[in-house]
């Protein structure tokens, strides 16, 4: 019989790392039932604010522990999903107090998250201070806990004093039904290499190096144009930037449907990740990395730890300096001049993600952690 799992998901039920896991546990075996419905793909146009979202939590607050408390009557563990310190707080003592096991996939931390890379609180101030509060206690209410690299299982077990033996590595994950290296001819982009850069404009992604480097390859080149999509943070900066810089060979897409993510990301020539020297850039290895290299479209982005335990410089993507325009638009002209380089990288690093990160490698790692905590299917 399939064990049974409740999962909850408060803060963006639809976000790609909460759908992925939920799948990886069900290819390994279990039923997955979701607090508040089943989760998809948001069909909603981008993300809800952290302010939105908090107060959406809030208002739910009332009825999710009876919710979650009859369904765990019939379910053999709790799971609770991404940015769910909040969640772990209030439902993983009544979990424990029904004698069920508590997995947290919070991917990353609120300390990471909002002190270290958007700065949005002081670190020395009492907002920080809760902050980090809420995740050390959050972290030790579980009995399993998921991050996506090597890293942050490091930084968890150093930060907040974790045992490592609790913390499991899974990788970001992609749907492979919509992020796959074929099914869509490449497009001819009037005959100019075509730059691709999607994401929310938080630090972590520096943009404003982007920009710059875009810059760099307007005086080098004329036959590259450059697909920023997305708002957010650090949006009108990069604007503000690229006017004050003169480049008009970037095209602004505010907005694109997840699931035509995968058809855009073939019809590139080059796929930018994220560049910023932030220590948290230098942990994770994001969406946007994964589902290039599970595309097969070669890649650049910045080189960090957690990026060369994946991929090697030259072979599965090219690796740049974090927060180094210079080196990124090195590297997108070199792409851009030899079309079989493309191909190579992109082969190579789909063989790369393939062996660390693909649905089959996610699986596996669901499969362990069910059995860590007695649920082997």
Not at 99 to 119: A, H, S, W, Y
Not at 244 to 255: E, N, S
Not at 304 to 333: M, N, T, W, Y
Request: hydrophobic share 45%; net charge positive; aromatic share 6%.
């Amino acid at each position: 019989m399939r064990p049974a799992l409740c999962y909850v998901a408060s803060y963006d039920p639809g976000y790609a790392r909460n759908v992925d896991v939920i799948r990886a546990f069900e290819r390994a075996g279990a039923w997955v039932e979701v607090a508040g419905g089943r989760l998809s793909q948001p069909a909603r146009r981008g993300k809800p604010s952290l302010a939105g979202a908090i107060l959406g939590q809030l208002a739910r607050k009332a009825f999710l522990p009876l919710d979650v408390g009859l369904r765990l009557l019939r379910c053999r563990a709790l799971v609770v999903g991404y940015f769910g310190q909040p969640d772990m707080l209030l439902l993983a003592p009544l979990a424990r107090a029904l004698g069920r096991p508590v997995i947290f996939n919070p991917l990353v931390t609120l300390t990471d998250t909002l002190i270290e890379d958007r700065k949005l609180a002081s670190p020395d101030g009492p907002l920080a201070a809760l902050i980090r509060l809420a995740d050390r206690m959050a972290l030790r209410l579980a009995d399993v806990i998921l991050v996506d690299t090597a890293e942050n299982r490091a930084f968890v077990a150093r930060r907040f004093g974790i045992d490592p033996s609790r913390v499991v590595v899974m990788p970001v994950g992609v749907d492979e039904r919509i992020f796959h290296p074929d099914g869509s001819p490449a497009s001819d982009h009037d005959g100019q290499i075509d730059v691709l850069f999607y994401g929310k404009f938080i630090p972590l992604h520096g943009a404003e190096t982007i920009v710059r480097a875009a810059a760099i390859v307007k005086q080098r080149c004329r036959d590259v144009r450059f697909e920023l999509i997305g708002t957010g943070q650090d949006y009108q900066r990069a604007r503000r930037l690229a006017t004050k810089l003169g480049v008009q060979r970037i095209q602004w897409t505010d907005w694109l449907p997840y699931e035509a993510l995968g058809e855009r990301l073939r019809a590139a020539d080059i796929a930018l990740g994220v560049f910023s020297g932030g220590t948290k850039a230098g942990r994770v290895i994001p969406n946007k990395v994964h589902q290039a290299l599970a595309c097969g479209v070669p890649l650049v982005t910045r080189r960090s730890p957690a990026v060369e335990r994946q991929l090697v410089d030259g072979e599965a993507a090219l690796l740049v300096p974090p927060d180094d325009p210079e080196a990124l638009a090195d590297a997108i002209l070199r792409l851009a001049s030899d079309r079989e380089m493309r191909r190579e990288i992109g082969a190579r690093g789909r063989q790369a993600w393939l062996g660390q990160a693909s649905e089959v490698v996610l699986t596996g790692v669901a499969g362990d952690v069910l059995r860590r905590v007695g649920l082997a299917c």
